[in-house]
């Protein structure tokens, strides 16, 4: 819990991870060039006072993890959202074994969600009904973006994948996090194109579908998408640290998601690693639209409040104590949100 | 030898600006800024006809996709230099540098290069972002007329016709990127169009100009992270970027306050 001037902020970290990339764990150049672009993100975005040696960004541990996070980090919860990565690292990149048994042993401050790819094909099924069983899964974290094999990438709406939608849903796994490219296949096609999540978020009404990063860099095709489908939340991860070097652009990216998708369908999270959470909710809980900018109405505490910890918390059944929980916003499920609450053409 | 081969630019031969100056025509789809303005150009060597260029872009995994077309483009702008001889064009750092870049040394075009990941080719590709490039440049002319005028009302955005936006760089971009899509220039065309040069009934105008606003702040927004990431990953590189005006943030080393840019119209 977070609080400043009289106001308290239940925090719910919505994508964090355990990763190894220490070099024993490198399988190829990709496995090295992917850290090594993770870290460029850490140390462009972040305060001078917050970047890390290389050498401490390649693997954390529990114990880091429960402190930066916990200790330090004014999180109450947090969810691990791990990618698997095994083309680049022997044992993949999310580390499976040592965040479950985290989770396990702190049952009331984590949950672990897994991965699935549905090139696995049918063992993947079966794989999938087992990692349910023993993680006792609630949402499922998926990059389209993994190499496998012959193939560097799928689609939501492949036939396998919705085959595993369909078990998703008789396992009660419900939250399905998405991490949008970028995707080599089809290679004819943008990249980090969104099209798929709208045929998916279509057919299976019954599931939350998180995109990640807000569906950076393509913000405008996540927004349309989500405006329309009452099922599609939007996740802050690699959007929260712009609030720092590029606060203007921060500013647009939550005036466009509260217009396009309103304040009960926005989450937190700081992608530990990539960045830790004390700096983000110590500057979103001070943050404030810049009043030049009069297209977009100012933050209120509620929504600050919505956004850091309440959103996942409902989707999540993470128990908030009475004092800190807040009612829906009276929004549309979809279309453009209280378009009169700003207006440029006052300007 | 870059100062040598400049002085020899009299004599007819090819020149490290020529080189630059014809690459200044390659543009990151994605960006919609030219590749020199962005420092994605790493090196010129030229030895008497010859040319090796080599490109780097923000991180090894930018989309492929995107970085194909820039060194394929940067190739095909080169070869057209008059009075030029062998031309090899490398990408560095990439996950898939040995493909492209193999791909490049034997002309093997799009399909011949990526083989089962091709499928047609990549001109809806670059035409998806043409037109990103259309709505974002519409938007900031329809945006600046909105804060110029007070009294105009946003519905009636709709009827502006080229005539009314006041000439500068803001309006020659537009102009730029009609063209582009064929949309033709005529005094008395409609700013506020989609792609096929259709404009928006007056009750759908607010809509699709937020909709427009959502494509412009995504695009400043990626230019300035990924020349942000190209300055972070390779030192030094921020001297070989120009100045990105549009997105721009006071943390920018070329920050200039909105209001100095109000008093003294661009």
Redesign the interface.
């Given at each position: 819990m977070y609080t400043k001037d009289g106001e308290s902020y239940f925090i719910v970290d919505a994508h964090i991870a355990l990763w190894d990339a220490r070099p024993e764990n490198i399988r190829n150049v990709q496995g090295q060039q992917f850290i090594d672009c993770f870290y460029d993100y850490h140390a462009n975005l972040s305060p001078e006072s917050e970047v890390w040696p290389k050498e401490e960004y390649l693997y954390q541990g529990g114990e880091r993890l429960m402190k930066d996070l916990f200790t330090d980090g004014y999180v109450d919860h947090a969810i691990f959202q791990p990618a698997h990565l095994g083309e680049f690292y022997h044992r993949g990149f999310g580390q499976t074994d040592e965040a479950s048994a985290l989770a396990a042993q702190h049952p009331d401050k984590l949950t672990y969600n897994h991965n699935f790819d549905p090139r696995n094909g049918e063992a993947g099924l079966d794989q999938l009904r087992a990692d349910a069983e023993r993680f006792g899964l609630k949402g499922v974290k998926l990059y389209t973006a993994e190499w496998h094999g012959d193939s560097r990438g799928w689609k939501l709406d492949d036939p396998m994948a919705y085959r595993y939608f369909e078990l998703c849903r008789e396992l009660g796994i419900r939250n399905i996090h998405i991490h949008k490219g970028p995707t080599i296949r089809p290679l004819d096609r943008d990249a980090f194109d969104v099209a798929d999540v709208d045929h998916v978020a279509t057919d299976f009404t019954d599931l939350n579908f998180i995109v990640e990063h807000v569906g950076l860099p393509r913000l405008e095709d996540f927004c349309w998408i989500a405006t329309q489908e009452p099922n599609v939340h939007g996740g802050l991860a690699v959007a929260m640290p712009f609030i720092h070097t590029r606060p203007r652009y921060f500013a647009q990216i939550m005036g466009e998601l509260l217009y396009w998708i309103g304040e009960d369908r926005i989450q937190f999270s700081s992608d530990y690693a990539l960045w830790t959470p004390r700096w983000l909710i110590e500057q979103f809980v001070d943050f404030q639209i810049p009043e030049d900018m009069t297209e977009y109405a100012p933050l209120t505490t509620a929504q600050k409040k919505k956004v850091l910890g309440l959103n996942a918390a409902k989707m999540y059944d993470i128990e908030v104590p009475a004092e800190l929980r807040l009612p829906e916003a009276d929004e549309t499920e979809t279309g453009p949100r209280q378009p009169e609450a700003a207006d440029l053409a006052s300007v | 030898m870059a100062t040598l081969i400049a002085a020899r630019s009299s004599t007819g031969e090819v020149t490290q600006d020529a080189v630059r100056r014809a690459l200044d025509v390659v543009f990151d789809p994605?960006l919609d800024e030219p590749i020199t303005d962005l420092g994605f150009v790493r090196s010129v060597d030229i030895v008497g006809q010859d040319l090796e260029v080599h490109l780097r872009l923000?991180?090894?995994?930018?989309?492929?996709?995107?970085a194909y077309l820039m060194a394929s483009d940067s190739q095909d702008a080169l070869c057209a230099l008059p009075g030029v001889g062998r031309v090899v064009v490398e990408l560095d750092?990439h996950?898939d540098s040995a493909i492209i870049n193999h791909g490049l040394a034997t002309d093997a075009g799009y399909k011949g290069t990526?083989r089962?990941?091709?499928?047609?080719?990549?001109d809806?590709?670059r035409r998806?972002?043409q037109v990103?490039a259309h709505t974002a440049a519409m938007e900031r002319c329809l945006?600046a007329l909105?804060?110029a005028d007070?009294a105009?009302?946003?519905s009636a955005l709709g009827d502006v016709m080229l005539a009314d936006l006041p000439d500068g760089p803001e309006k020659a971009s537009l102009l730029r990127r009609r063209t582009t899509l064929g949309l033709g220039c005529h005094a008395s065309a409609r700013v506020m169009v989609d792609e096929h040069g259709v404009g928006h009934e007056p009750d759908q105008v607010?809509?699709a100009l937020?909709?427009a606003?959502?494509?412009r702040?995504?695009i400043?927004?990626?230019a300035?992270?990924c020349r942000?990431?190209l300055?972070?990953?390779y030192p030094g590189s921020g001297d070989d970027q120009t100045r990105r005006v549009d997105?721009e943030?006071p943390?920018d080393p070329t920050f200039i306050p909105?209001s100095d840019l109000k008093e003294h119209p661009r």
């Open positions: - | 994605e923000p991180t090894s995994f930018c989309s492929p996709n995107f750092d996950h990526f089962h990941e091709a499928e047609k080719g990549l809806e590709l998806t972002f990103k945006t909105l804060r007070e105009l009302a946003e607010p809509m937020r909709r606003r959502s494509t702040i995504s400043d927004g990626n300035h992270f942000g990431l300055r972070t990953r997105g943030e943390s909105l």
